[in-house]
């Protein structure tokens, strides 16, 4: 059973920067694709970005791309999203979540295990 614990999270005016962590506990890291998933108040659950278990392959929603970065460093067993110009459309709780597959690595579906999430509000 992996435990996942997100952090990071908070209030960020528009145009700021903030960097999540995930740290994984109670599984082998590296067999695990990584992702980040958001939940605005209303809405679906949403895909965000990925990064594999050990080729370095990432992907990222369209609207993250060039503002987000996913890494992983296995030595700490933890997954960080760094967002930068943050808008108010960003605000949600962000999810950290394990995979033992990666395709589809965009569907909340694919993966195994799920942190409890950490808010995320960037105010205008």
């Known amino acids: 059973q992996v435990q996942l614990v997100e952090s990071g999270g908070g209030l960020v005016q528009a145009g700021g920067s903030l960097r999540l962590s995930c740290a994984a506990s109670?599984?082998?890291?590296?067999?695990?694709?990584m992702g980040w998933f958001r939940q605005a108040p209303g809405k679906e659950r949403e895909f965000v970005a990925a990064?594999?278990?050990?080729?370095?392959?990432?992907s990222y929603k369209d609207s993250a791309k060039g503002r987000f970065t996913i890494s992983r460093d296995s030595a700490k067993n933890t997954v960080y999203l760094q967002m930068n110009s943050l808008k108010p459309e960003d605000t949600a709780v962000y999810y950290c979540?394990?995979?033992?597959?990666?395709?589809?690595?965009?569907?909340?579906?694919?993966?195994?295990?799920w942190g409890q999430g950490t808010q995320v509000t960037v105010s205008s």
């Open positions: 990064v594999s278990r050990s080729d370095g392959w990432t």
């Open positions: 109670g599984g082998t890291f590296s067999s695990y694709t």
């Open positions: 979540a394990a995979g033992t597959i990666r395709d589809p690595f965009s569907l909340p579906s694919t993966y195994d295990y």
